[in-house]
């Protein structure tokens, strides 16, 4: 990590209090709690009560946290799109351009791209739909696959 980003970080850590002396005062002043038996009501209470303090920090940390990376995330999720968007523009162009190749030189093997991660997942699910229900038509094959990647991406 840049050092920038590293003290950047610490920083933010510590305007929130968020420091290894505390970690560590919390560790010195909690693990000496201890339950001496199961009659034992005052140990009992201060272990419990530690333990929500402890949980109640740590729950700010994540919260903390996931607030400190959201530009982060959000900035890389529009550059993924950003990405796709131009790359399924270019892919337009690449793919009509070898349509094309094809015209002049239709029995010859004309260069291939690389197919993308979307349509090697597409190429494998059909084969698999191909394979386990083999009464499924081409069309019907298309319809599951749309509702496949339509379910994955309700998920991301």
Do not use: C, W
């Not at 009659?39 to 209470?45: A, L, M, R, S, T």
């Not at 982060?72 to 270019?90: C, D, L, Y």
């Amino acid at each position: 990590m840049e050092d920038k980003t590293q003290i950047r970080i610490e920083n933010a850590l510590a305007e929130a209090n968020i420091t290894d002396t505390v970690i560590l005062g919390m560790k010195d002043k909690y693990t000496k709690l201890v339950v001496d038996d199961k009659d034992d009501n005052i140990g009992f209470q201060a272990v419990t009560t530690a333990r929500k303090e402890v949980k109640s920090f740590r729950v700010n940390v994540e919260k903390f946290a996931k607030e400190l990376r959201t530009p982060a995330t959000a900035f890389q999720k529009a550059v993924i799109a950003k990405e796709k968007e131009i790359i399924g523009r270019i892919l337009e162009i690449e793919d009509y351009l070898i349509l094309q190749e094809e015209i002049f030189n239709p029995k010859e093997v004309v260069e291939e791209r690389e197919l993308t991660d979307e349509e090697k997942f597409n190429s494998y699910v059909i084969s698999l739909l191909k394979v386990k229900t083999p009464e499924l038509t081409d069309e019907n094959i298309k319809v599951k696959l749309g509702e496949i990647i339509h379910f994955i991406n309700s998920k991301k």
